[in-house]
């Protein structure tokens, strides 16, 4: 797709939403960031909105939110937000509770009978902080290339789940799980008396006044809404289906940036749940061995730049998004909330939120290098490789001049050759690939720890 990128590096294919002006600074630096994000293969467009202190100080979009018809993206094109709806999902949980219709420690089966019995009783409050061991339907990467697509009914979804035995005893460890908030939605419905979709209309959307935000529909005619794209074998693809429903409370809403922090700002004030309900969203799982988790009911909490961080992140074919807010604390008088919506998986939305984060906070931005190569550097790293340790393979091969990476079972990346053997992934530049001093054979990833590769025979 030359002709693409060449488009989106030389114009900017932007909309501004009016709104309180943003430090000129800001504009500036998030526009230099977007440019340079849309200049790799693959990219398409992103989607980004700030709040500072209950206002949005910006909403911009970039790219197209439809290349084969090139229709520009805009602050109100929609984008499938994958798992930022399990915020929701929860949230609709503590309304439930609140109202006296749910208790958190009450079995599975006291709201869906049918579901099949486990060694161990699973509870509502172990689905929302994925302690629960059900095992999750999204880790069978064979269903999900074949039968992802399909229109499934809740009750066919959740036979292809239900009598898989638990991973673990719940409340041991800790383990995402789609199949767990997928639970989630049969059980709003069978409470409060309505579809999912429509609970979440009539109890958030419509009163919050989020009208960009919605259940999605694969026959619905959804205006604003963008395509979804995916880089194969380095040319711009569609990417593949999803049947609407087979997310559903795990991850089948649409939206915009600026929805989203609209969401965050009502769901932090009071205006979504209790601040008492809130508070025990963002409290950390403790496991019954005493270990603490990062993840509450539908949230992730960690330390980020010195701050607590609530945040949560998505990714659906085509689609990644994430949503992050900092608190305002004894240090630090603001708070700040980020979205950033992709339509394409060139793009990790979750550093570039980061990056958007550092930047208005005036928090300096790493730079990588991204040097040329001599064909024999080339020669020298590409190949086959080995994780030691892990059952893990990844591929570095040249193209157009350039080092990319594909690991087994995952998406391809370009690498930023940053001398000396060394290189950073464009998806997420804090990874490094780190060469032995003039070897061939053997590199180590840094990435939460060092985990040496060698060359496969």
């Not at 009914?153 to 767990?180: C, M, Q, R, V």
């Not at 988790?293 to 980020?304: A, K, R, S």
């Given at each position: 797709?030359?002709?693409?990128?060449?488009?989106?590096?030389?114009?900017?294919?932007?909309?501004?939403?009016?709104?309180?002006?943003?430090?000129?600074?800001?504009?500036?630096?998030?526009?230099?960031?977007?440019?340079?994000?849309?200049?790799?293969?693959?990219?398409?467009?992103?989607?980004?909105?700030?709040?500072?202190?209950?206002?949005?100080?910006?909403?911009?979009?970039?790219?197209?939110?439809?290349?084969?018809?090139?229709?520009?993206?805009?602050?109100?094109?929609?984008?499938?937000?994958?798992?930022?709806?399990?915020?929701?999902?929860?949230?609709?949980?503590?309304?439930?509770?609140?109202?006296?219709?749910?208790?958190?420690?009450?079995?599975?089966?006291?709201?869906?009978?049918?579901?099949?019995?486990?060694?161990?009783?699973?509870?509502?409050?172990?689905?929302?902080?994925?302690?629960?061991?059900?095992?999750?339907?999204?880790?069978?990467?064979?269903?999900?290339?074949?039968?992802?697509?399909?229109?499934?009914?809740?009750?066919?979804?959740?036979?292809?789940?239900?009598?898989?035995?638990?991973d673990f005893e719940p409340g041991t460890k800790w383990h995402?799980?789609?199949?767990?908030?997928?639970?989630?939605?049969?059980?709003?419905?069978?409470?409060?008396?309505?579809?999912?979709?429509?609970?979440?209309?009539?109890e958030f959307f419509t009163p919050l006044g989020l009208k960009?935000?919605?259940?999605?529909?694969?026959?619905?005619?959804?205006?604003?809404?963008?395509?979804?794209?995916?880089?194969?074998?380095?040319?711009?693809?569609?990417?593949?289906?999803?049947?609407?429903?087979?997310?559903?409370?795990?991850?089948?809403?649409?939206?915009?940036?600026?929805?989203?922090?609209?969401?965050?700002?009502?769901?932090?004030?009071?205006?979504?749940?209790?601040?008492?309900?809130?508070?025990?969203?963002?409290?950390?799982?403790?496991?019954?061995?005493?270990?603490?988790?990062?993840?509450?009911?539908?949230?992730?909490?960690?330390?980020?730049?010195?701050?607590?961080?609530?945040?949560?992140?998505?990714?659906?074919?085509?689609?990644?998004?994430?949503?992050?807010?900092?608190?305002?604390?004894?240090?630090?008088?603001?708070?700040?909330?980020?979205?950033?919506?992709?339509?394409?998986?060139?793009?990790?939305?979750?550093?570039?939120?980061?990056?958007?984060?550092?930047?208005?906070?005036?928090?300096?931005?790493?730079?990588?290098?991204?040097?040329?190569?001599?064909?024999?550097?080339?020669?020298?790293?590409?190949?086959?490789?080995?994780?030691?340790?892990?059952?893990?393979?990844?591929?570095?091969?040249?193209?157009?001049?350039?080092?990319?990476?594909?690991?087994?079972?995952?998406?391809?990346?370009?690498?930023?050759?940053?001398?000396?053997?060394?290189?950073?992934?464009?998806?997420?530049?804090?990874?490094?690939?780190?060469?032995?001093?003039?070897?061939?054979?053997?590199?180590?990833?840094?990435?939460?720890?060092?985990?040496?590769?060698?060359?496969?025979?």
């Amino acid at each position: 797709m030359p002709t693409l990128r060449a488009s989106l590096a030389i114009v900017l294919l932007s909309s501004l939403t009016a709104l309180a002006a943003p430090p000129a600074d800001l504009t500036q630096k998030i526009d230099a960031a977007a440019t340079k994000a849309l200049a790799e293969p693959g990219a398409a467009a992103v989607s980004v909105a700030v709040a500072r202190n209950g206002e949005i100080i910006f909403a911009k979009a970039y790219g197209l939110a439809d290349v084969e018809l090139d229709v520009p993206a805009t602050p109100d094109s929609l984008f499938r937000i994958g798992s930022v709806t399990k915020q929701f999902s929860a949230a609709a949980i503590m309304r439930l509770v609140e109202q006296g219709k749910v208790s958190l420690d009450a079995e599975i089966q006291t709201y869906l009978p049918d579901f099949p019995k486990k060694d161990h009783p699973v509870t509502i409050r172990e689905i929302l902080t994925h302690t629960s061991g059900i095992w999750s339907y999204t880790s069978d990467g064979k269903w999900m290339s074949r039968d992802a697509s399909l229109e499934l009914t809740p009750t066919e979804l959740i036979a292809t789940f239900a009598e898989k035995p638990l991973d673990f005893e719940p409340g041991t460890k800790w383990h995402y799980s789609n199949s767990a908030y997928y639970l989630l939605g049969p059980i709003i419905e069978k409470v409060s008396g309505k579809p999912y979709a429509a609970f979440l209309q009539d109890e958030f959307f419509t009163p919050l006044g989020l009208k960009h935000t919605r259940y999605e529909s694969n026959s619905d005619i959804i205006k604003n809404r963008a395509q979804g794209y995916s880089l194969q074998q380095g040319k711009l693809t569609n990417d593949r289906a999803i049947g609407a429903d087979v997310p559903g409370a795990a991850g089948s809403l649409l939206s915009t940036a600026s929805d989203l922090c609209r969401w965050e700002m009502a769901l932090a004030s009071g205006k979504v749940v209790s601040p008492e309900s809130y508070k025990q969203m963002t409290t950390p799982a403790v496991l019954t061995g005493g270990k603490q988790t990062d993840y509450g009911f539908g949230l992730q909490i960690d330390e980020w730049e010195d701050r607590r961080r609530i945040s949560h992140g998505g990714g659906i074919f085509g689609f990644n998004s994430m949503l992050l807010t900092l608190p305002a604390d004894d240090k630090h008088a603001d708070d700040l909330t980020v979205a950033v919506l992709v339509n394409n998986d060139s793009i990790n939305s979750g550093k570039f939120a980061d990056i958007v984060a550092k930047n208005a906070l005036g928090i300096e931005v790493f730079e990588p290098k991204d040097l040329d190569l001599t064909e024999a550097e080339i020669a020298r790293f590409k190949g086959d490789f080995a994780f030691e340790g892990i059952p893990l393979e990844i591929k570095l091969f040249d193209r157009d001049g350039k080092m990319w990476a594909q690991a087994t079972g995952q998406k391809e990346t370009r690498l930023l050759y940053q001398g000396n053997g060394e290189f950073r992934p464009t998806f997420d530049t804090d990874v490094k690939f780190v060469f032995d001093e003039g070897s061939s054979d053997s590199f180590v990833l840094h990435q939460g720890g060092q985990i040496p590769a060698k060359r496969k025979k």
